[in-house]
T-cell receptor, first 113, second 116 residues
Framework: DAGVIQSPRHEVTEMGQEVTLRCKPI?????LFWYRQTMMRGLELLIY????????DSGMPEDRFSAKMPNASFSTLKIQPSEPRDSAVYFC???????????FGSGTQLSVL | AQKITQTQPGMFVQEKEAVTLDCTYD???????LFWYKQPSSGEMIFLIYQGSYDQQNATEGRYSLNFQKARKSANLVISASQLGDSAMYFC?????????????FGTGTRLQVFP
């Protein structure tokens, strides 16, 4: 099993540009989570999906952020337009129905200049 | 209100000694789960141990054990026989399960440094 796959590993962009982060969960996992990690705020849950349906997006900072899960094997987190304060590590994680454990991807280090 | 509290920003321990990392939680749900994750300097999040709220015995995984005190709402991680490779950030987390919610909330973390 390849684990949760995130791309890109690193993203450097300029303020105002659109950024798309991608995630492929582990096959068979029905929950998918997007987290953001910063020094100031720690690990924050942004949004999570169950069976491709967004369940709780209360952690999404503002309308500039959006997330989709068009099918069970792919999710995107989009920031448009990006701002320097969006600089962080963004993690995707997934969980299967019979397991408590959350499996994390390697994260995407986003730098907005 | 803070649901997961880790009061130790940093801890030091000598190699081969045991160390306890503190975690308290707050929930009114009878069913919940508690986790510890390790984040080394490389950045990945590594699952260490899990305790369910109805589990009668404290969870153990190799050198890791979870000291679960339900009445005190604490879930401390004990690492026995520390190794240099244990130096990392450690996060306590709680799974909240409710009518329309099922998510993992993390504490602010404790940075552990193991010295020779």
């Amino acid at each position: 099993d390849a684990g949760v796959i995130q791309s890109p590993r690193h993203e450097v962009t300029e303020m105002g540009q659109e950024v798309t982060l991608r995630c492929k969960p582990i096959s068979g996992h029905d929950y998918l989570f997007w987290y953001r990690q910063t020094m100031m705020r720690g690990l924050e849950l942004l949004i999570y999906f169950n069976n491709n349906v967004p369940i709780d997006d209360s952690g999404m900072p503002e309308d500039r952020f959006s997330a989709k899960m068009p099918n069970a094997s792919f999710s995107t987190l989009k920031i448009q337009p990006s701002e320097p304060r969006d600089s962080a590590v963004y993690f995707c994680a997934s969980r299967d129905p019979g397991n408590e454990k959350l499996f994390f991807g390697s994260g995407t280090q986003l730098s907005v200049l | 209100a803070q649901k997961i509290t880790q009061t130790q920003p940093g801890m030091f321990v000598q190699e081969k000694e045991a160390v306890t990392l503190d975690c308290t939680y707050d929930t009114s749900d009878p069913s919940y789960g508690l986790f510890w994750y390790k984040q080394p300097s490389s950045g990945e999040m590594i699952f260490l141990i899990y305790q369910g709220s109805y589990d009668q015995q404290n969870a153990t995984e190799g050198r890791y054990s979870l000291n679960f005190q339900k009445a005190r709402k604490s879930a401390n991680l004990v690492i026995s026989a520390s190794q240099l490779g244990d130096s990392a950030m450690y996060f306590c987390a709680m799974r909240e399960k409710g009518y329309n919610t099922d998510k993992l909330i993390f504490g602010t973390g404790t940075r552990l440094q193991v010295f020779p």
